[in-house]
T-cell receptor, first 111, second 117 residues
Framework: DAKTTQPTSMDCAEGRAANLPCNHS???????VYWYRQIHSQGPQYIIH???NNETNEMASLIITEDRKSSTLILPHATLRDTAVYYC????????????FGKGTRLSVIA | EAGVAQSPRYKIIEKRQSVAFWCNPI?????LYWYQQILGQGPKLLIQ????????DSQLPKDRFSAERLKGVDSTLKIQPAKLEDSAVYLC???????????????FGPGTRLTVL
């Protein structure tokens, strides 16, 4: 079973920042937080991952709380193309262990 | 770089019929996964291959599902006989086989949408 809890859905105005929360209170010390998204009729796509420090790449920023029990994915300037289901996943980085998906958050970006 | 290819994209069959899905992973990717995604849920792992060997098939309903990866490249997933509850999107993903301590991103194909009537 997934070790994360996310809101079912969220709306965001186009051009504004989208902040997607995730709770993972049972995360272990060596487990990372990963974010994937799935646009309609496509396979999931990797966004970002982190252990305890904040991370940023060209797609998004990941903020992990100091106790690592929750995190927030930030899309700084959401566009209509960011409308998707966003999955927060806790996983060991070791090897090629499979991903365990929950139901994710359906983000709707509104013009 | 070409992505993960899957075919067909859509398939409609009647219950008790058989069906097969095909996946071609990204060139050089040793690890291949098949996931099942039922409407409204996240993908769930069915089987994982490393080259042509099975790593994990604990969630594969082996009485009706089978999968193979001959020569460690392409893979096929078969359902025989299909049930109504098999209606889902079947996703194939692949990743490099790197060091055990490193993260290898999984790249997903577009999936095959199966409807069982």
């Amino acid at each position: 079973d997934a070790k994360t809890t996310q809101p079912t859905s969220m709306d965001c105005a186009e051009g504004r920042a989208a902040n997607l929360p995730c709770n993972h209170s049972t995360i272990s010390g060596n487990e990372y937080v990963y974010w994937y998204r799935q646009i309609h009729s496509q396979g999931p796509q990797y966004i970002i991952h982190g252990l305890k420090n904040n991370e940023t790449n060209e797609m998004a920023s990941l903020i992990i709380t100091e106790d690592r029990k929750s995190s927030t994915l930030i899309l700084p300037h959401a566009t209509l193309r960011d409308t998707a289901v966003y999955y927060c996943i806790v996983r060991s980085p070791r090897g090629n262990t499979p991903l365990v998906f929950g139901k994710g958050t359906r983000l709707s970006v509104i013009a | 770089e070409a992505g993960v290819a899957q075919s067909p994209r859509y398939k409609i069959i009647e219950k008790r019929q058989s069906v097969a899905f095909w996946c071609n992973p990204i060139s050089g990717h040793a690890t291949l996964y098949w996931y099942q995604q039922i409407l409204g849920q996240g993908p769930k792992l069915l089987i994982q291959f490393q080259n042509n060997g099975v790593v994990d098939d604990s969630q594969l309903p082996k009485d009706r599902f089978s999968a193979e990866r001959l020569k460690g490249v392409d893979s096929t997933l078969k359902i025989q006989p299909a049930k109504l509850e098999d209606s889902a999107v079947y996703l194939c993903a692949s990743s490099l086989m790197g060091r055990s301590s490193s993260y290898n991103e999984q790249f997903f194909g577009p999936g095959t949408r199966l409807t069982v009537l």
